[in-house]
């Protein structure tokens, strides 16, 4: 640098709903406490999304850029950017092309040093995108990994991809540790969901990982979309795997959710943060429809942006909650029998149960607004499939979990919330779990009922903490408000000459 202070920041997301609402979060926060350039780099249709989740006035500092990408020419689809367009065994293609995006990314981050008189101060790039780690020594950058799963999850994954400790089990043998992990924490088999299971090093799914793991773990530090009193054990073995600063800086979620006391009230104007989407209902009538509904009574189903459960396991879900006689909002997509963009089909539910259950429940097509539903007061429980952006949004309202973990790392994240924080009971495992109408009812009532009271009361202690975690006022920072401010240090005193 010659000499001029560096305030740039060069983002570059990887292409899923998951990953590019926290970026987009992160970009906001960093910008908002530094008042920093950003740019954020994706591909065609990833860059619509996130420009039309932008187009509020507070986010104009946010600069996107494009990284031209055409699926087709990687065997996907055509017009097929983001893993939420595509079947799990494509999303590992779709992994593959992504590398294809150094170039494009490099010749961008030359045209922005070029442009500022100096490199960007650093790259925070995503944990699957590891190349941009070769991208930033080009550039004479510093890069930072930003993982927008949780440390326990992230460090499970990482370590499970890279060692495949599941290959070296006797037969018979049906539990692992992890490496990096205590030695009392044991993984089960069945907590691995098929593609790794079958991985053996040379499949498209162990290249990819293994290669871009690799090398985010040689950039200088991550960032943590998690709080430092949340996940104690996991930022410790995450700290002790990759042997590099990890900051945590989250729960990186719109600030009503974050209010001391936003259980309680109404956020309002949630659904416009995800202006990129078209919702299956309207914010407004699903916040009317909980206001109807007694505090905590109402079970919240959705299994995130990419995953779907069987047919056979919706019928036993219908036939479970409507035994129950609870209040439920179900997000309902195509069962993985059939194309995700199918229309919907009286088959994936019990004969006549929408009238049955309509005053009981309310079945949202597609895509809900979530926050809105997690944010009421009346929900009381969240039947996930343990994506972390799900949790964060769950536990941080002081929701308790269901879960259900489906892929990617799921099932260390429910694990780590059934055994580490006790505020979830798992319900099913994987697509090839069994699941019965009479095993939802009697979780849905654990939960619900007297029984779930300590996982309830657990649940509302967490939730509490992740809100002082981002608690910034007079006299008060929050653990993952220093975490933000000792990262930009660390940059900032990379980067001087
Ligand atoms: N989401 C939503 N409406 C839906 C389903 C998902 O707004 O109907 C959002 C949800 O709030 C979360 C994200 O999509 O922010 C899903 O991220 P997560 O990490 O939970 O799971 P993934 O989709 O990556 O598996």
Redesign the pocket.
């Known amino acids: 640098s010659k000499g001029r202070s560096r305030r740039h920041i060069v983002m570059a997301p990887f292409m899923?709903?998951?990953h590019l609402?926290p970026f987009l979060a992160l970009a906001n926060h960093i910008h908002k406490r530094t008042a920093f350039t950003i740019t954020i780099a994706t591909t065609p249709l990833n860059l619509k999304y996130l420009r039309r989740a932008l187009s509020r006035d507070m986010d104009r500092a946010i600069n996107l850029a494009e990284l031209p990408f055409s699926s087709s020419h990687h065997g996907l689809p055509p017009d097929t950017e983001n893993t939420e367009a595509l079947t799990l065994s494509q999303v590992a293609v779709l992994g593959m092309a992504s590398t294809s995006l150094k170039a494009p990314f490099h010749e961008l981050v030359k045209k922005i040093a070029r442009e500022d008189g100096a490199p960007p101060l650093c790259i925070i790039s995503d944990v699957f995108l590891g190349w941009a780690n070769e991208v930033a020594k080009l550039c004479d950058t510093v890069n930072i990994t930003f993982t927008t799963g949780g440390a326990y999850g992230t460090a499970a994954y990482a370590t499970v991809w890279q060692n495949l400790p599941h290959r070296k089990l006797k037969p018979g043998e049906e539990e692992f540790s992890l490496p990096g992990f205590p030695d009392s924490v044991k993984v089960h088999v069945s907590q691995l969901h098929q593609f790794i299971r079958e991985a053996d090093g040379t499949d498209v799914w162990s290249r990819f990982f293994q290669s871009q793991l690799k090398l985010s773990g040689e950039s200088h530090g991550w960032l943590c979309n998690t709080a430092e009193e949340v996940e104690k054990c996991g930022l410790e073995v995450l700290r002790n795997y990759l042997k590099l600063p990890v900051w945590p800086i989250g729960p990186l979620l719109p600030e009503s959710m974050l209010k001391p006391q936003s259980g309680t009230t109404r956020p309002m104007g949630l659904a416009t943060q995800?202006a990129g989407k078209e919702y299956g209902i309207s914010p407004s009538r699903c916040v009317n429809w909980l206001d109807s509904k007694p505090e905590r009574s109402v079970v919240f189903i959705?299994f995130?942006?990419?995953?779907s459960i069987k047919q056979s396991q919706m019928l036993a879900i219908a036939a479970g909650l409507e035994q129950s006689g609870r209040s439920f909002i179900w997000?309902i997509r195509p069962p993985v029998e059939f194309d995700r963009n199918v229309e919907f089909r009286p088959e994936w539910l019990p004969d006549g149960f929408e009238e049955r259950v309509a005053s009981q429940g309310l079945l949202v097509r597609q895509?809900?607004?979530?926050?809105e539903i997690l944010a009421h007061k009346s929900t009381g429980a969240f039947l996930s499939?343990c994506?972390?952006?799900?949790l964060m949004?769950g536990l941080s309202q002081g929701v308790p979990i269901i879960g259900w973990p489906l892929a990617a790392e799921q099932s260390y994240n429910s694990k780590m919330l059934v055994e580490e924080m006790r505020v979830a009971v798992e319900i099913c495992r994987g697509l090839d779990g069994v699941l019965t109408a009479e095993k939802v009812t009697g979780v849905v009532e654990m939960v619900l009922g007297e029984e779930g009271r300590s996982i309830r009361v657990n649940a509302e202690e967490i939730g509490v903490k992740m809100k002082a975690a981002m608690r910034d006022e007079e006299g008060f920072e929050g653990s993952s408000i220093k975490a933000l401010d000792e990262f930009v240090a660390y940059v900032t005193s990379r980067a001087e000459p």
Do not use: K, T
Not at 304 to 307: E, F, I, K, T
Not at 387 to 390: D, I, K, L, R, V
């Open positions: 899923a709903q998951g609402i995800r959705s995130g942006s990419q995953n997000v895509w809900a607004p979530q926050l499939h994506g972390w952006n799900s949004e």
